[in-house]
């Protein structure tokens, strides 16, 4: 993402794009018990209507963990983390693996990227992968949002199962719903991301504030991954 200098060596395209998808598939392991505890918490007032419940069954992130390990065990936890890791490998690929590419689309090739270019291509790569992997981000929130009843019984059985569905029951098009409220909001944040990373990122190059030998020794190679 610009900033370089002699020496250094630019990674492919291939490898910015599944180092980038590889990175968020690890980070969404980690995490993806407090998305699930948001997804529940997000649609608490919609499920108590329907399932006619006048208490409150979640409070809080860590409420709602223990509530969820103590009612369905811990693995309910990792609802849709299929789908997760899915749509990770797919919209982090996109939305951060192509970035550098887009910019370089808007200049035409030249380093000579100013704040509009990378603002251009924040939103163009977070719409693009919005796009490309909303199918994945709606199947693992209905895995997220789906509580197991006391029989056992799932309305999806399965991550494909999910997908045909959807598809089956809903039309193609349900794979796509919620998709341009997504595409706003990820282009906006694409934008925020990694233009501020990208600008940071180049401060520190110029100025050499990361150099071998300091607290973080070769720092300055990993920020062109």
């Known amino acids: 993402m610009g900033g370089m200098r002699a020496g250094d060596v630019m990674p492919s395209g291939t490898v910015k794009f599944f180092g ?3 990175a968020a598939c690890i980070a969404d392991l980690i995490t993806f018990p407090l998305d699930t505890a948001k997804v529940r918490l997000q649609i608490q007032g919609e499920a108590q209507k329907a399932e006619g419940f006048t208490t409150v069954k979640y409070r809080g992130v860590f409420g709602t963990i223990t509530t969820m390990v103590r009612t369905e065990g811990p693995r309910s936890l990792y609802n849709g983390l299929v789908a997760g890791l899915q749509r990770q490998m797919s919209f982090a690929s996109v939305r951060i693996g192509l970035y550098d590419s887009m910019k370089q689309f808007y200049t035409r090739g030249t380093e000579n990227a100013g704040i509009v270019t990378r603002l251009m291509a924040g939103c163009t790569t977070g719409a693009m992968a919005v796009a490309f992997a909303q199918p994945t981000d709606v199947v ?16 999806y059985n399965g991550t494909i199962d999910a997908y045909k569905t959807i598809a089956r029951d809903e039309g193609v098009r349900g794979l796509w719903r919620g998709c341009m409220p997504n595409i706003t909001r990820n282009a906006i944040v694409n934008c925020a991301e990694l233009v501020t990373y990208d600008t940071i990122k ?11 030998g300091a607290f973080l020794p070769h720092t300055t190679s990993l920020w062109h991954v």
């Open 20 to 22: 980038a998808g590889t």
């Open 140 to 155: 693992k929130v209905r895995f997220q949002a789906q509580v197991r009843q006391l029989d056992g019984e799932r309305r």
């Open 202 to 212: 180049e401060l520190i190059l110029k100025y050499d504030l990361m150099t071998a």
